[in-house]
């Protein structure tokens, strides 16, 4: 497992009836594939997994596999209320075909540090995949300090990255200062790809993989007035992954670039009214001014 490059959090396509819509799913995560795109994370928060069922979730394992065919390497982001729970979608992700897993922290319960070491301990040792840490304090309550991360690395050889999104641009630092190079960093907010990190769990990538491929590229190999005036033109869209309403507003820009459905499962609802105007406006704002020589050809 290569943790480095672009890796879209996938979003999970819903159909009229709130199904799982499998069909544009696969020709999602080709388009992004054949976009630059170097795998695939499923399931994660993004991809609205609190609300999916534990069938349904290796259901979309399984189809996501089968379309990246070979080419890439699909992820499992590990998500439960209990471990036992946990290790159970870890063990079907790597029975599925998946190359990676995603570990999230417990859902709802926020434990010390003992109880919470113990859970994602118990999501390492369940399979000999390559996995990532997730630390977003921001969203998940659970902040997985440098030294913690540390610690589980040096007792576990399958913890080969951290998705680091505490929104503190320090912590890149941080975590490289007392590691030995083993752990790949990445960044998992989208307004902070610019800062260095080696790999990008990306969502506006779900309606927009050229731009936020080239983004990363131009980033990654120090071309910094280019990618900053990229990054000046992508910024207010960018934003939309650091809210609250993050997920209806990826899909919404999906929906207006003509690439998915605005659809979300309740108890998440469709922005409407003058929340819709004003997310409908920036968008609208962005694409008028879409970089001539990164607009998808029509």
Known sequence: MNWQGILPAMTTCFDEELKVDHGFMTRHARWMLDSGCMGIVSLGSLGEAATLTFDEKIAILKNMVAA??????IVAAISALSTAEAVSLAKAAADCGCEG????PPYVYLGDWRETKAHVAAIFKATPLSCMLYNNPVAYGTDFLPEQIHELAAEHSNLRA?????????????????????????????DLIVEG????????V????VESVALFDLAA?????????????FLPLLRMDTVPKFIQLIKL???????GSARVRPPRL?????????????????LRSRPSLLAKAE
Do not use: C
Not at 198 to 204: E, F, N, V
Not at 274 to 282: F, I, N
């Open 68 to 73: 990246a065919n070979g080419r890439a390497p």
């Open 101 to 104: 897993l995603m570990v999230l």
């Open 162 to 190: 951290v998705k680091e999104s505490s929104t503190d641009v320090r912590r890149i630092a941080a975590i490289r200062s007392i590691e030995d190079g083993r752990l790949q960093i990445l960044v998992g907010v989208d």
């Open 197 to 204: 990190a080696t790999g990008w769990i990306a969502g506006l």
């Open 206 to 209: 779900n309606a927009l993989p």
């Open 221 to 233: 190999q120090g071309r910094t007035r280019e990618a900053f005036e990229l990054y000046r033109w």
């Open 253 to 259: 820009v999906q929906q207006e670039v003509g690439e």
């Open 270 to 286: 469709e922005l409407a009214g003058s929340e819709l105007d004003a997310a409908r406006a920036v968008i609208h704002a962005a």
